[in-house]
């Protein structure tokens, strides 16, 4: 298991660093994903490899949204405010989430039937 995180920190680091020197204004972390998700996808690394560390950091998942509850509280004023525009906005831009990842899980599918 301690490969496992080593593989997913490595990932978080270049994703990182690459953020750090291009300047470009996507999150590190971010960056990682998609890293490491194009060395799955391009079968770099194994899937058995980073499964035992995503499965046990999937079990605390919801560990990190504390913080970020407690640090949405300190907006409760904007929030009582705007919710109804802010409820709108979040209704629509997760239908849009959903569509396009629809649409590019079915385009993944379709290219995997044909290898």
């Known amino acids: 298991m301690l ?31 998609i890293l490491i998700f194009i060395a799955l996808k391009l079968k770099l690394i194994k899937l058995e490899w980073v499964k035992p560390a995503s499965d046990t950091l999937l079990n605390y998942l919801v560990l990190f949204f504390i913080p970020f509850g407690v640090g949405l509280m300190s907006y ?20 849009i989430t959903l569509y396009v990842t629809a649409l590019i899980q079915q385009k993944l599918e379709k290219n995997d039937s044909v290898l």
């Open 3 to 33: 490969n496992a995180f080593l593989i997913l920190f490595l990932f978080l680091g270049l994703g990182e660093l690459i953020g750090y020197l291009t300047e470009i204004p996507v999150p590190g972390n971010i960056l990682g994903m």
């Open 76 to 95: 409760f004023d904007f929030i009582k405010s705007y919710w109804i525009v802010l409820l709108v906005a979040g209704g629509v831009s997760t239908l």
